[in-house]
């Protein structure tokens, strides 16, 4: 059923004190709370509920505690423990009462976010810069240029190593079988396991040959696994469970893998994790999604400052430059309107922009360039310590929501929550 519309009516309780009357609602939570249109928000996502069964959790709430999790950056758990303590977190998700329990189970989040359509969080960053204009940290003038980046977002999974994809399929194979009661002539986890730690020693004393041999053994074994289950899944006569043959597909996909296949499976809890390189020699490899973000290049005032404009998740590995088509319509859907000119590095050339209205240009262009046009492009590296904070204050560094669902909806409040911390430090002075 739909969620209810909280309301707060002013009423009083002879044993409790109202939060409002027990903290300082100068703190910049509490002004933030009036700046946001909570109305819209409501209308915003109380579609995806039913008009049947029991009433869902309030919008606000619901929202509320989602958008403190990424201003915080910390996790679903800790945002819950600290929920209880801290009576600021309260008033902001619509409480009127001091409550000693969380009232929602902490899965509720979870369910939340798998309820919704990702692009229906670009509501809540569309809000996030409309009370910036509101306080006059943002102006429509600074938007007249944007620097656009992209970035990878990494999903929480271990460093794919074939030896160790090769003794995850065998364990989780092995398991899958019994709980199907399927009688195996040999699990081989014991053996794969001993083998799988010589592969790792050695590799790092370069000693390639002996690891071939090692590797080229735990295959044989998988392989001989797979045949196995095979011959004995057809006189299984139980319907099996749907996990058991995705299981054997994605043991199947390892055992015949090699290095360069476009669908190598890089892990096996998220195999929709994506081998990107960025030509850092720190981090030759990075294994997640690429992310598109775009942020004012000019700030009007003292109180002006810079902002995340759009975060999309980019699945399928695409070039720099491709990207830049996609990430135009959801900066023109969000801000209402394209601006005079992006601004990106020398990865965005062979772009094919066709759009008149906006002009594009690289870093390094010379060609058709004015002074202020040169300001910009000089200015266009302020997205790369926007990106390091996203990363480092933020949750982009790594994510851990499932799919590529989870991926969307981790770029988008990433950056709602650059923006409230932004907005939040505004209040603050």
């Known amino acids: 059923m739909r969620p209810p519309k909280q309301t707060d009516v002013g009423q009083q309780d002879l044993f409790r004190n109202r939060l409002d009357q027990i903290i300082d609602l100068n703190h910049p939570l509490c002004r933030l709370v009036k700046l946001i249109d909570w109305d819209r928000l409501h209308k915003e996502f109380s579609h995806y509920y039913s008009d049947i069964g029991r009433a869902g959790i309030p919008i606000r709430m619901i929202v509320g505690i989602n958008l403190l999790k990424h201003i915080y950056a910390v996790s679903d758990e800790v945002i819950c423990a600290r929920w209880v303590e801290n009576p600021y977190f309260q008033h902001f998700c619509g409480e009127i009462f001091f409550q000693h329990r969380f009232p929602i189970e902490r899965s509720s989040m979870s369910h939340f976010r798998g309820r919704i359509d990702p692009s229906a969080l670009e509501a809540v960053l569309q809000e996030s810069l409309a009370i910036a204009c509101d306080l006059g940290a943002l102006k429509l ?5 944007v620097a656009i980046d992209t970035t990878v977002q990494e999903k929480n999974a271990a460093h794919p190593t074939e030896h160790g994809l090769m003794y995850k399929a065998i364990t989780k194979l092995s398991k899958t079988a019994h709980k199907a009661g399927i009688k195996l002539r040999q699990s081989y986890i014991r053996v794969v396991k001993k083998a799988s730690i010589k592969v790792g020693r050695y590799l790092h004393a370069k000693q390639m040959r002996r690891a071939k041999r090692e590797l080229k053994f735990i295959r044989i074994r998988l392989g001989r696994l797979i045949r196995d289950i095979e011959r004995k899944v057809e006189g299984v006569t139980q319907e099996l469970p749907l996990l058991f043959y995705d299981t054997l597909r994605k043991a199947k996909q390892i055992h015949r893998q090699k290095k360069g296949d476009p669908d190598y499976l890089y892990s096996w809890h998220a195999p929709e994790v994506e081998c990107i390189s960025k030509g850092k020699a720190r981090a030759p490899y ?22 995340i404009l759009h975060a999309k998740a980019m699945p399928g590995r695409p070039y720099d430059g491709h990207t830049l088509k996609r990430a135009g319509e959801n900066i023109e859907k969000i801000i209402g309107k394209l601006p005079e000119r992006f601004v990106a590095d020398k990865g965005y050339k062979g772009h094919k922009w066709e759009d008149s209205r906006t002009k594009v240009y690289l870093s390094g262009q010379k060609r ?18 926007i990106i390091g904070h996203a990363k480092n204050d933020g949750l982009l560094r790594r994510n851990y929501l499932k799919g590529r669902k989870g991926d969307a909806i981790n770029a988008i409040l990433v950056g709602t929550g650059f923006n409230f911390r932004q907005i939040l430090a505004t209040l603050a002075t």
């Open 141 to 145: 003038k600074d938007l007249k240029s």
């Open 286 to 307: 990075e294994f997640g999604v690429k992310v598109s973000l775009a942020t004012n290049l000019r700030k009007s005032g003292k109180k002006g400052k810079h902002f």
């Open 368 to 385: 058709g360039v004015t002074p202020a046009i040169k300001k910009d492009i000089n200015h266009r590296s302020i997205i790369e310590p």
